[in-house]
């Protein structure tokens, strides 16, 4: 079984930052790409930022420039540090990973989501 935690969510005011980390744990071979999304209320999920094995990034236009991906392969880990924090960025913020287990079944898994909110 493979599993993905997130943490580091919480309440922050407008042009603060926060750092979400995500590990994923379990019987797993490889680790492909891992993605961060977010679902606020009444909206459609969306990917934010996304990050290949080989640390080529891309994200969503509403945070080029102040969300920034990396990851620690070595600890099944991805980040996502958020600057300029803004209110609309409130959500739910989920993490995804593309990994092959240990079985050699190759599927995506979703961690469990992370409150993020934004406001004075």
């Known amino acids: 079984q493979v599993q993905l935690v997130e943490s580091g969510g919480g309440l922050v005011q407008p042009g603060g930052s926060l750092r979400l980390s995500c590990t994923a744990s379990?019987?797993?071979?490889?680790?492909?790409?891992m993605g961060w999304y977010r679902q606020a209320p009444g909206k459609q999920r969306e990917l934010v930022a996304f990050?290949?094995?080989?640390?080529?990034?891309n994200y969503a236009d509403s945070v080029k420039g102040r969300f920034t991906s990396s990851r620690d392969n070595a600890k099944n880990t991805v980040y996502l540090q958020m600057n300029s924090l803004k209110p609309e960025d409130t959500a739910v913020y989920y993490c995804?990973?593309?990994?092959?287990?240990?079985?050699?079944?190759?599927?995506?898994?979703w961690g469990q989501g992370t409150q993020v909110t934004v406001s004075s």
């Open positions: 995804n990973a593309d990994i092959t287990t240990a079985t050699m079944f190759r599927l995506g898994y």
């Open positions: 990050i290949t094995s080989g640390d080529i990034t």
């Open positions: 379990g019987s797993i071979f490889r680790i492909y790409g």
